[in-house]
């Protein structure tokens, strides 16, 4: 089975500055359109989880410029280039279009 | 704009079973497919299934085989989870999701529902 490994898990961060997310996969998988189907998603405590990022790069509608997200084959990044107050909460990655994988999710805080 | 609104369950028994459902509205029902995760208290995210509306085609993570069957109604553009054999771990948020459906497989999770606790317990 495939397994996304995401690091760190727990990411203080000081309002204002960068923060960076990593997503690792053990295998690299062969998606039939082309396309790697690696999605991130922010979750806040009580909420259901919201799509920020879709197919490594793609950031979706009303999602704030300073979120970025990158990477191929195995390794993928999500960026936040200035942390503010709301993005705290857990963030995920996934990929997957036959059977889909969660990483285990890392915890943002403010410091 | 796109909404998926899930039902109330509350406390089941175990080894009783679950129905979830989850009414979509805003786009195209069959246009898209639907998949279901689960959140165990405290825990990430794990990944069900999900089921091609317009197909009708599931594809149900291993873990779950023989005990999930995920249908749709287009009718009344809702999706619904049914879940067998309940036990004490299966306590959690289900949460539905739209995905995007080509020719065999589904993808790209955007708009979730709300989420519904199921707690089993006796």
């Known amino acids: 089975d495939v397994v996304l490994t995401q690091s760190p898990l727990s990411l203080p961060v000081t309002l204002g500055q960068p923060a960076s997310i990593s997503c690792r996969s053990s295998?690299?998988?062969?998606?039939?359109?082309?396309?790697?189907?690696l999605n991130w998603f922010h979750q806040r405590p009580g909420q259901s989880p919201r799509r920020l990022i879709y197919?490594?790069?793609n950031r979706d509608s009303g999602v704030p410029d300073r979120f970025s997200g990158s990477g191929s084959g195995t390794d993928f990044t999500l960026k936040i280039s200035r942390v503010e107050a709301e993005d705290v909460g857990i963030y995920y990655c996934?990929?997957?279009?036959?059977?889909?994988?969660f990483g285990q999710g890392t915890k943002l805080e403010i410091k | 704009q796109v909404q998926l609104v899930q039902s109330e369950v509350g406390v089941k028994k175990p080894g009783a079973s679950v129905r979830v459902s989850c009414k979509a509205s805003?786009?195209?029902?069959?246009?898209?497919?639907i998949t279901w995760v689960r959140q165990a208290p405290g825990q990430g995210l794990e990944w069900m299934g999900w089921?091609?509306?317009?197909?009708?085609?599931?594809n149900y993570a291993q873990r779950f085989q023989g005990r999930v069957t995920m249908t749709t109604e287009t009718s009344t553009s809702t999706a619904y989870m049914d879940l067998r054999s309940l036990r004490s771990d299966d306590t959690g948020i289900y949460y539905c999701?739209?995905?995007?459906?080509?020719?065999?497989?589904?993808?790209?999770?955007?708009?979730w529902g709300q989420g519904t606790l199921v707690t089993v317990s006796s």
């Open positions: 999701a739209r995905v995007t459906c080509g020719s065999t497989s589904c993808y790209d999770l955007d708009y």
């Open positions: 805003g786009y195209t029902f069959p246009s898209f497919g």
């Open positions: 089921i091609s509306a317009y197909t009708g085609n599931t």
């Open positions: 295998q690299r998988l062969a998606y039939s359109d082309g396309n790697d189907h």
């Open positions: 197919k490594v790069s």
């Open positions: 996934m990929h997957g279009t036959h059977w889909y994988t």
